[in-house]
């Protein structure tokens, strides 16, 4: 079996030295540099050996973990992140996966998880345990509208189709009457007609109700 | 002097001359008329005295020439020694001289060849009747006879006891008589007593008379008398009701003015909450009390708007009456001012709100990073120290489940500073994390609409966290107290403004309390600070809070 190469970003010197004396306890893990920021990580990938997997950081000065995530997707598709990280708030982690990495672990994981986890990596999948893969999906994104209206408009387009007042959508979808003028208007603006009875007409035409 | 006063003096000073002046020709004209009237009466009754007195004569003197034979009888010629005048010639005499008992006596004498041959004696009898005759003449009118002598040959009717030839009466009509200057008028008579006279003489043969037709003035007198204090008390009636009419009259004048007077003094003394007087008759009076009224309005309206001034109520408005009212433009300058001021202070006070938040804030961020960034790998690094150690495996498993129970505790403490996700991720997202945390640690239905911009987002930092900490203390609020089982929070962004709508189905609140309460202050500073609006609406069961924050910097 290969040595598995690895790369420890993290601007801790004594959390890096911490991680690098845990992963080099096992005999088939090898760490290849440690460094402090983004900027140091990407000149040692420029110039030494590729690593298979990178432990990274995402809260380090100069270059952060999401530019680096980003970096290497373009750059060096070979290497494999996993974010090392305190937060564990959903986003970082539904961000990481965004950005690539194929890992997920908070810095107070037990020594074996992170193990696991570089091997399952290194193996070809992904590591995001059940309790971050939770909080991930909380937070995705949600599937973006392809239609030119944002789903606001939308739906106020169709209770204005149905003939509700002003008032009456502001108080269906919680939100101030004001707002639903905006839209309106905001909507008036997009489709490039004068009044709703236009609007509704266009809409109906463009098949966005 | 007041008006009043005056007009009254002017009034009746008029009317004095004009009733005097009236009353004076008037009586004038009255008193002319009245002695022409008299004394014309009594020429004409002196001269039909004469006539009959001259026709008597006449025809006794006839039937004497005819009938005189034997008269010289009864006559003792002796006592025409005693006339003083001698009898030369036949003619008429005058024989009151030598009669008895002092009576007009008329003698008769025919004398031939220097004798006298017949002689005849008249008495006063028939004379005296026609004399006495008194139609017309009032209660003092006599008709009387002197002779040359002045003696009066018919007898007086006042001094009835003396003898006509005893009383002397050389008045100055007697004279004029004989002087044959006939003017009537009025003169004193034999009794010293003024009296209207007219007279003529008589010349009949050798008697030569003045016969006298007199009235006294006094009677005649009487009804101008009567007429004079008529007039007299008419003239004072007239000026009394003068007085009375003007007294009521200028009233009309004097009682506005005086109503004028003492409200322009209230008006002196501050006191603008006054009734104008009431209309009145007069276009003048009235056109003043419409400028006093104008000018009472215009002072008041200044005065309740200096007073609003004063209470700081300074979107009250009040429009100058011109360039030259000093007052209005000095009060709208004054509110101006007030307004600059305020402005000025509210500024500074929101600067200074601002720069205390914004300096909480980025303590806190400080903070959080520092326990985060900081102590949380410190507390990583500890737990791989702990993980290296050669030592009991429950031991370390203990340790570790410390470090790991403190690494979450710096996480909760991070997160109640300022969630790391706000700066790297935004509000949207933050807070989406948060209402799935509400939505999974309670029984609320919380739903979060984030339409905030995923490009080109005007949201900065600030504003991020104000929107989260909103958000957050809207949420606290509506699970701690409001008893809510239904939250929505919808965050839109458009080009120029952000608008923040919640809304939750609690016991809903009281608007005008709820402001005090803190949380709620903080939420209002924090609008105020970014320009924004926020306005609250609660009844139970729908309560909502809109809020909007401007974009226009960035």
Known sequence: ?209 | MSIKTWIIIIINSLLFVVVIALSTSFYNQFEKTLNEKILSQLSSIERLKRVQIEKYLDTEWNRFQYNSKDSIRDFNLSRLQNLPFKIKTTGIYDFTPISKNGNLLIGLIKVENNKIVSLKTLSNKYVQQILLERTGMGQSGETYLVGQDYKLRSASRFLTNQAPYSITAKTKSVQNAFQSVFKTGIYKDYRNVWVYSTYNTIKISNLHWAILSEMDVEEVMQPLQTMQLKLLIIACSILVIALLLGNYFTQFLSRPLKTMETQLLAMANGNYNINMGKKTHFKEINDILKALNSLKESLTKAISFSHEVGEMKLDSNYQPKSKADVLGNSLVKMKDKLIEYQTKVAQANTNKKRILIEGQETERKRLAQELHDGIGPLLTSLRFFVENMNIDLDEKDKMKALIDHTIAEIRRMTYALMPPSLIDFGVGETLKTFVKLISNTTQIDIDFNNSIKTKNSKINTNIAISVFRISQELINNSVKHANASKIRISITEFDNYLSIYYFDDGIGYDTEKVKLGSGILNIKERVEILDGLISFESEPENSNVEIEIPLTHE
């Open chain 1, 1 to 209: 079996m290969n040595k598995i190469n690895l790369i420890v970003a993290d601007d801790h010197q004594l959390f890096r030295d911490g991680l690098t004396a845990l992963l080099n306890k096992h005999p088939f893990l090898n760490v290849l540099a440690t460094v402090e920021d983004g900027l140091e990580l990407m000149n040692t990938l420029k110039k030494e050996t590729l690593p298979d997997i990178l432990l990274l950081d995402l809260s380090m000065p100069n270059m952060n973990g999401f530019e680096v995530l980003k970096n290497i997707r373009k750059k060096y598709k070979t290497v494999k992140a996993i974010a090392i990280s305190m937060h564990d708030d959903g986003n970082y982690i539904a961000r990481c996966a965004e950005y690539g990495a194929f890992g997920y672990l908070l810095k107070n994981t037990d020594e074996t998880e992170v193990i696991d986890a570089i091997k399952q990596v290194y193996n070809g999948g992904k590591y995001y345990n059940q309790d971050l893969s939770r909080k991930m999906i909380d937070s995705m994104a949600e599937v973006k509208s392809v239609r030119k209206l944002t789903k606001k408009e939308a739906e106020i387009l169709e209770f204005l189709s149905k003939g509700f007042t002003t008032k009456e959508i502001a108080s269906k979808l919680y939100v101030s009457t004001r707002t639903v003028e905006t839209h309106r208007s905001n909507m008036l603006k997009k489709l490039e007609v004068k009044n709703t009875v236009e609007l509704i007409n266009k809409a109906t035409t463009l098949s966005l109700i």
